[in-house]
């Protein structure tokens, strides 16, 4: 697996810096860094996927809507315990994509994001016209049960999810199992001539990347209280999961954790100076100018700026 002990120390070092932080930062800061955990989350799971194999997903939202809508339907309208809702909106958000992506995977480029992105947009549109009366119909829903209450519960329990699957993506990406994954991104034919299924390899990966959309999904909008259509299906959500996937560094696991803190606190940071949506044209051309400078994303500076640091110490 490669594993080193060092990969231990950072990843430790990382956990304990993390749990000290409300210690240190404001409630602000800290509803701050709860949205960044879940984008984390998400541009994981976009990554498993098409960081991983390369087959480009424009309809994430889709997983991510089908783990909110079931466990918000299931705790608000049919009085489900939480604890039976969470694991069930899983487990629905895996079949549901199995089912309606997965021949999706037979085709690539940009035909398979062109149907993901239609995917995205009809489950958009039906949730607002099919039974209004469970799904909230255009209004969405509120008063959904809440998992925490106060910023240093929420961002305790954001963190403790988005390290729990950032360590498990991490371990099994070192396994021969990550490996071929990533090998169907460089060249799928080869991966395929070696004996090895492509199509079950894509499968899994799509299976666990949709897990974790629908985790993230179901304990993203038990944080939130309420699940809005129109918001959780925008175009700029989609982006700026993708763009974290890439502009942190995708094909790592540490790169997408990076970019959605740089996008979540880059986008606050505007907030005061660009209220409205064109702060979102500049983090684009922030997002653009660091991915042509470095097209494998700020993990990569930070790798060569600790290379560099090594050898200035040799010489």
């Known amino acids: 697996m490669g594993l080193r002990w060092y990969h231990f120390a950072l990843w430790g070092g990382l956990i304990a810096g993390m749990f000290l932080l409300p210690q240190v930062v404001s409630n602000g800061t800290l509803r701050t860094m709860i949205f960044a955990n879940y984008l984390a989350i998400f541009a994981i799971s976009w990554d498993v996927l098409s960081g991983r194999t390369g087959y480009v997903s424009f309809g994430h939202p889709f997983l991510i809507g089908i783990g909110a809508y079931t466990t918000a339907i299931l705790t608000k309208r049919f009085d489900v315990a939480v604890e039976v809702s969470i694991p069930i909106a899983v487990v629905v958000t895996m079949i549901a994509g199995l089912l309606v992506l997965l021949p999706a995977l037979r085709i690539r480029g940009s035909y398979f994001a062109l149907v993901t992105l239609a995917f995205m947009e009809l489950l958009y549109q039906l949730v607002q016209v099919i ?27 954001s963190t403790t999810l988005m390290l729990a699957i950032a360590v498990s993506m991490w371990l099994l990406m070192k396994t021969r199992l990550g490996t071929a994954l990533s090998a169907i991104g460089m060249n799928e034919e080869s991966v395929r001539g070696s ?81 409205g949506a064109e702060r979102y044209f500049v983090y684009g051309a922030i997002a653009l100018l660091l991915y042509m400078y470095q097209p494998k994303g700020i993990v990569e500076l930070v790798r060569r700026g600790f290379k560099g640091l090594g050898k200035g110490r040799t010489t």
């Open 195 to 275: 004996g090895l299924s492509t199509t079950r390899l894509k499968a899994f990966a799509f299976l666990t990347s949709a897990m974790i959309a629908g985790l993230g999904g179901a304990f993203y909008v038990h944080y939130l209280g309420s699940l809005a259509p129109r918001a959780l299906f925008d175009i700029n959500f989609l982006f700026t999961i993708i763009v974290a996937a890439l502009l942190g560094g995708t094909s790592t696991i540490i790169g997408p954790m990076i970019g959605a803190f740089f996008m979540t606190f880059l986008l606050e940071y505007l907030r005061p100076v660009l209220p």
């Open 131 to 157: 039974r209004p009366d469970l799904t909230g119909g255009t209004r969405g829903m509120s008063g959904i049960q809440t998992l925490t209450r106060g910023a240093a519960n929420g961002y305790y329990l």
